[in-house]
């Protein structure tokens, strides 16, 4: 392989795979409709991306001949009428799914696997820096950008662990064997791919027989999965107050939280929360269960790694920490809006909180409205912008209203996304809490430096 060509190169998922290709050696280019601070950073480490839907102005002269060296990694969020994803698609090149080429890296390896509606990201970047703290170190592709590693992958020579975010959609996960499969979550969601409940929750009991022999699952308990692992693997449980892994003696100040973490034959006392919101117990709980089953956990180095844990973009990352509190949150689904607001109410219980919500796809607003507005109205005020549709067209009569109408708490406001900096400016608020996976987001940062450029942190990406 010499050459690797991207379709959705903007992708989060995807981008871990460019670096990895760029990282041995290999030409990368790509495709996606819309620049963003991710892409930026991409081009700048020596990825070419082009976002014109034109096959003369995408596809680079040495990509446009089908040849045994040339692979082409496409997303299944790419329009299937999309110029370039046509010119590939007709034109005889080896075309290889997103989650497909994630596979053949990673199966070789012993992989930690972390799957689940939730908490993906979050327990999979915790697992990759605490074994990267460690001399075993690991390999790592990860939904989210780790804060400080101003990246989502890691690459060790020698290490035998490829710690993986594990999607559920488009059944991606499938085309992974995990040595060790971690299940966070089971809550119903991309309902437009499964139809049903039970569809979703046969993806996961599929998802456990795949894992290697002599491995190991570690799934949260409580959940309605019932997994069909293969002879010889080991199940696990989790939970904040009970389970093989667990919490006890937890401490909570204003912006800071600790508690000591059980496991199996022992524990380490005093585990300190690099950063300190009440979901991520639970985060570190799965992200130290895993790390635990792999045999190379060092407690004091665990205990180190934890507290120095930077964060992942768009994961409880705060923007300002002053008179206001800014911090944003990839939450789209209503029970991670529910726990976000849950740990912010936590961590600044006596602080008027409000939150600003862009609801993401068509459907899942569709499909969730009832819940989402319940989870809104633990909130003292709620802003609401208009739907980032991603890869939907719409669908008549479904927008951030039919959110909005069922909100029960009186101070709301429904507005534009481009409305949202003027907006928040002008409003008195103590705590801001953003959320949703579309760009709200990339709103936040100019937002904290007009009402207050000294206090603002910023970011490589901002």
């Known amino acids: 392989m010499k050459r690797v060509y991207f379709i959705g190169a903007g992708g989060i998922g995807m981008a871990a795979l460019e670096r990895y290709f760029l990282s041995r050696g290999l030409t990368v280019a790509g495709y996606d409709r819309t620049p963003s601070p991710l892409t930026r950073q991409l081009i700048t480490e020596g990825i070419n991306i082009a976002f014109d839907d034109n096959v003369a102005l995408a596809v680079p002269a040495e990509f446009r001949t089908p040849s045994p060296d040339t692979m082409v990694v496409y997303t299944p969020a790419v329009p299937h009428d999309s110029a370039v994803m046509t010119f590939f698609r007709e034109g005889g090149f080896n075309l290889l799914k997103r989650a497909a080429a994630l596979g053949h890296i990673a199966n070789p390896t012993k992989a930690l696997c972390f799957a689940g509606t ?47 975010e594990a999607d559920e959609y488009d059944r991606s996960f499938h085309q992974l064997r995990p040595y060790i499969a971690v299940i966070n979550a089971t809550d119903p969601d991309h309902l437009d791919i499964y139809g049903t409940e039970e569809a979703y929750l046969e993806s996961f009991a599929h998802f456990t027989e795949l894992i290697q022999p002599n491995g190991f699952l570690l799934m949260r308990t409580g959940l309605k999965l019932k997994p069909r692992v293969p002879d010889g693997v080991k199940i696990f449980t989790f939970n904040r107050d009970h389970g093989d892994f667990h919490a006890e003696n937890i401490r909570r100040t204003e912006g800071h939280i600790a508690f000591d973490f059980v496991y199996p034959g022992g524990r380490i006392d005093n585990i300190d929360l690099g950063v300190p919101v009440d979901v991520n117990i639970l985060n570190a709980i799965s992200a130290l269960g895993a790390c635990f089953l792999t045999g190379d956990l060092n407690p004091e180095i665990a205990r ?124 008195n608020f103590e705590v801001l809490l953003t959320l949703g996976a579309g760009d709200l987001s990339f709103e936040v940062p100019r937002l904290c430096r007009e009402i207050d450029p000294i206090h603002c942190i910023s970011y490589p990406n901002d």
Do not use: W
């Not at 908490?119 to 970047?125: D, V």
């Open 304 to 427: 180190k790694a934890v507290a120095s844990y930077p964060g992942v973009e768009r994961r409880f990352q705060f923007h300002l920490k002053a008179d206001k509190i800014v911090i944003d949150d990839y939450a789209h689904h209503p029970d991670e809006v529910l726990n976000s607001i849950a740990s912010v109410r936590a961590l600044y219980p006596n602080r008027h909180l409000t939150v600003a919500f862009q609801p993401h796809l068509y459907t899942r607003t569709r499909d969730f409205a009832p819940e989402f507005a319940k989870a809104l109205s633990l909130a003292d005020a709620v802003v609401l912008a208009d739907i980032y549709p991603a890869r939907e067209e719409p669908i008549p009569g479904v927008t951030s209203k039919i959110i909005f109408d069922r909100v029960s708490v009186a101070d709301k406001l429904l507005i534009l996304k481009k409305d949202f900096v003027n907006t928040m400016k002008n409003r």
């Open 118 to 164: 939730h908490g993906k990201t979050t327990t999979s970047s915790m697992a990759a820096h605490i074994l990267h703290c460690h001399p075993v170190d690991c390999n790592a592709f990860l939904g989210g950008i780790l804060l400080q590693y101003n990246s989502n992958l890691i690459l060790s020579p020698t290490s035998p662990y490829t710690v993986v």
